[in-house]
T-cell receptor
Framework: EAQVTQNPRYLITVTGKKLTVTCSQNMNHEYMSWYRQDPGLGLRQIYYSMNVEVTDKGDVPEGYKVSRKEKRNFPLILESPSPNQTSLYFC???????????FGEGSRLTVL | AQKITQTQPGMFVQEKEAVTLDCTYDTSDPSYGLFWYKQPSSGEMIFLIYQGSYDQQNATEGRYSLNFQKARKSANLVISASQLGDSAMYFCAMTGVSGNNRLAFGKGNQVVVIP
C-alpha cells in the first residue's frame, strides 16, 4: 500500500529537549516536504527536499532542521523546541510536477 | 508567489443538499495545479480533487466537482448530495511550475452537515 508514515503521531515534550519526527514514504517519490498546521493559518511549508541531499527552506523554517540521506526518509528535527512550535505537523511526498501531494497522518506535538 | 484565499465563514448545510466552497487564487505561473483536501476531525488530510490549469474541462470525482474559472482565478469546490461524513475542514491549495512542488494552502472552510 502506497503511504507516507510519520512517527510519533502524538508527543508531549518540554522546552529545549531535542526531538525528531520521522517520515518515510514507500512510493519512490523524489519530492518530500514538511508542513505545520495552526488554527486560522492553514498549512505552511517548513522545509522541502527535491531529492537526496537536496533540501531548502519553506515559509517557516526557523527552529527546524531536516536531512535527506535516503530517498524514502525525510526526518524533521527540532534541536531546541519551544512552546511556539506546538502544532500539528504533516509530512508529504509527490513524484513531482503539479501532481497530488500524499500526506502522512500527521504528528501532534505539544511543547510545554 | 502563489496565494490562495478562502474567506467563507463556517457553513451549515442540510444533509442531501449541495454546498459550494469558494476559493480564489493568485499566481504568475503559466502552468499550475489546483487541489482540494478534506480534513475531518481526526486530523488526516484527504485528497479530493485536482484541476490542471490547462485542463479544458472541470474536474469531477464522484460527488465532488471543481468549478474552474480561469479568467476569474477561482476554483470552487461543489459537493453534491451532502452526507453527515462530509462534515470537515476543506482546504484549497495550489502548486505551480516555479513553486518547487510547494503547495500553497488557503486557511480552510469549516463545513458542518446537519441531518
Amino acid at each position: 500500500e502506497a503511504q507516507v508514515t510519520q512517527n510519533p503521531r502524538y508527543l508531549i515534550t518540554v522546552t529545549g529537549k531535542k526531538l525528531t519526527v520521522t517520515c518515510s514514504q514507500n512510493m519512490n517519490h523524489e519530492y518530500m516536504s514538511w508542513y505545520r498546521q495552526d488554527p486560522g493559518l492553514g498549512l505552511r511549508q517548513i522545509y522541502y527536499s527535491m531529492n537526496v541531499e537536496v533540501t531548502d527552506k519553506g515559509d517557516v523554517p526557523e527552529g527546524y532542521k531536516v536531512s535527506r540521506k535516503e530517498k524514502r526518509n525525510f526526518p524533521l528535527i527540532l534541536e531546541s523546541p519551544s512552546p511556539n512550535q506546538t502544532s500539528l505537523y504533516f509530512c508529504a511526498s509527490t513524484p513531482g510536477g503539479a501532481g497530488e501531494l500524499f500526506f502522512g497522518e500527521g504528528s501532534r506535538l505539544t511543547v510545554l | 508567489a502563489q496565494k490562495i484565499t478562502q474567506t467563507q465563514p463556517g457553513m451549515f448545510v442540510q444533509e442531501k443538499e449541495a454546498v459550494t466552497l469558494d476559493c480564489t487564487y493568485d499566481t504568475s505561473d503559466p502552468s499550475y495545479g489546483l487541489f482540494w483536501y478534506k480534513q475531518p476531525s481526526s486530523g488526516e488530510m484527504i485528497f479530493l480533487i485536482y484541476q490542471g490549469s490547462y485542463d479544458q474541462q472541470n474536474a469531477t470525482e464522484g460527488r465532488y466537482s471543481l468549478n474552474f474559472q480561469k479568467a476569474r482565478k477561482s476554483a470552487n469546490l461543489v459537493i453534491s448530495a451532502s452526507q453527515l461524513g462530509d462534515s470537515a475542514m476543506y482546504f484549497c491549495a495550489m502548486t505551480g511550475v516555479s513553486g518547487n512542488n510547494r503547495l500553497a494552502f488557503g486557511k480552510g472552510n469549516q463545513v458542518v452537515v446537519i441531518p
